[in-house]
Structure formats: structure tokens, C-alpha cells
T-cell receptor
Framework: AQKVTQAQTEISVVEKEDVTLDCVYETRDTTYYLFWYKQPPSGELVFLIRRNSFDEQNEISGRYSWNFQKSTSSFNFTITASQVVDSAVYFCALSEAQGGSSNTGKLIFGQGTTLQVKP | DAGVIQSPRHEVTEMGQEVTLRCKPISGHDYLFWYRQTMMRGLELLIYFNNNVPIDDSGMPEDRFSAKMPNASFSTLKIQPSEPRDSAVYFC?????????????FGEGSRLTVL
């Protein structure tokens, strides 16, 4: 069965601190995709990143970085030098490829981690 | 380009009333998803369509919920009769399989309160 676990319910940091959000997933498929979405206080869901199961390269985008490790089934997200605007709920999600390599976008979400960055 | 458009943004109704939520996906997208978000259960997939055809409705809570997609540019999620436990934010999302990214584009959500 597919499952995504975000063990951290809430994290509070002070501005400029680094923070890592954990994500552990379960799947029986060899081809799958992992995502992070951000939900700011306004409520919309914003796509941050996608990773496929064949690409374990870590990725950095500005202050954001992602660490994908298949050996531990983890896809952790680090924010460097956090800012107040980073305060949001962050969701990790899993999508399994269907029909071979086709990816429909059917996502299974973790419960989310609420990040509060204090000034 | 316009994103996914949902209406209404907020709905307050009384138990027993019929509720209809509407969604216009991004033009050209061939998948449409309805998700529900609650504090207790997080983000749950209710149903999704491919080319207007329902593919998986296993997440629909019960017979009170129904969803339709009469054409590529419109979908509805109906609750009849509504109950207080249906109070949640309902998100519609669309995607384009051909891009093979699995990225969902979400609407801003419809916040439903059933009194």
C-alpha cells in the first residue's frame, strides 16, 4: 500500500535558522514520483518540486534543497536561512506511475508539517 | 493562462441541504481530481477523471457524494443531503498526463461549512 508519513506535525524556528522537514514513504512500485507542496495561510496548494524514483540526485533551488534517499525511503526538504514568509504547511506526496511510465498525478499526501518561522 | 477555477469559495449551509461545488480545470488538461482537506484526515483524494470519465471513485465517502464531468471544461461535486461532518475545504486539481510530470495544479478551494 502507498503511504506517506510526515512525522513532524509542527516545527517552530526563528528566522535565519535552517530547518529540515522529514518525509518517509512506502510503495511497492519501482516507478514512482515524489512531490512537495506548500500551503501558505491563504490556503492554496503550491507545487515546489517533483522527483522520480530513478533520479536520486539531490536538488537545490535557492534556499530550498531536497534530499532523496531510496535506501531509507525518504525525501526530506531543507530550508536554509528560513524567513517569515516560509511559514506554511508543507506536504510531501507520492504518485505511482500507472500504465507503465505514465504519471496521472494521482497523489497520496502526507499529513503535512506546519512550519512557523518567527521573526 | 487561467488556473483551476473553483466556485463557490465559501459556502455555509444547513444540514440536509444540497451542496454543489464547481470546477473549471486548466484548458487542455486531461485529468481532474477532487480532494477534500480536513484537520482530522488531511488531504484525501475523493475521485478523479480522465478525459471526462471517472477512473477511481473509491475515495468518495458515501452515496451522498456524487461527481460529474459533463465536458472537458467543467466538473461538479455534489453532496445531498449534507451533514456537519462534510465541513471541509474541497480542492479541485487538474493535470496533463502528456507532460508526464504528475504535477497537479490546484484551485483555491471551496470552504464548506455545514451547520
Amino acid at each position: 500500500a502507498q503511504k506517506v508519513t510526515q512525522a513532524q506535525t509542527e516545527i517552530s524556528v526563528v528566522e535565519k535558522e535552517d530547518v529540515t522537514l522529514d518525509c518517509v514513504y512506502e510503495t511497492r512500485d519501482t516507478t514512482y514520483y515524489l512531490f512537495w507542496y506548500k500551503q501558505p495561510p491563504s490556503g492554496e496548494l503550491v507545487f515546489l518540486i517533483r522527483r522520480n524514483s530513478f533520479d536520486e540526485q539531490n536538488e537545490i533551488s535557492g534556499r530550498y534543497s531536497w534530499n532523496f534517499q531510496k535506501s531509507t525511503s525518504s525525501f526530506n526538504f531543507t530550508i536554509t536561512a528560513s524567513q517569515v514568509v516560509d511559514s506554511a504547511v508543507y506536504f510531501c506526496a507520492l504518485s505511482e506511475a500507472q500504465g507503465g511510465s505514465s504519471n496521472t498525478g494521482k497523489l497520496i499526501f502526507g499529513q503535512g508539517t506546519t512550519l512557523q518561522v518567527k521573526p | 493562462d487561467a488556473g483551476v477555477i473553483q466556485s463557490p469559495r465559501h459556502e455555509v449551509t444547513e444540514m440536509g441541504q444540497e451542496v454543489t461545488l464547481r470546477c473549471k480545470p486548466i484548458s487542455g488538461h486531461d485529468y481532474l481530481f477532487w480532494y477534500r482537506q480536513t484537520m482530522m484526515r488531511g488531504l484525501e483524494l475523493l475521485i478523479y477523471f480522465n478525459n471526462n470519465v471517472p477512473i477511481d471513485d473509491s475515495g468518495m465517502p458515501e452515496d451522498r457524494f456524487s461527481a460529474k464531468m459533463p465536458n472537458a471544461s467543467f466538473s461538479t461535486l455534489k453532496i445531498q443531503p449534507s451533514e456537519p461532518r462534510d465541513s471541509a475545504v474541497y480542492f479541485c486539481a487538474s493535470s496533463l498526463a502528456a507532460r508526464n510530470t504528475g504535477e497537479l495544479f490546484f484551485g483555491e478551494g471551496s470552504r464548506l461549512t455545514v451547520l
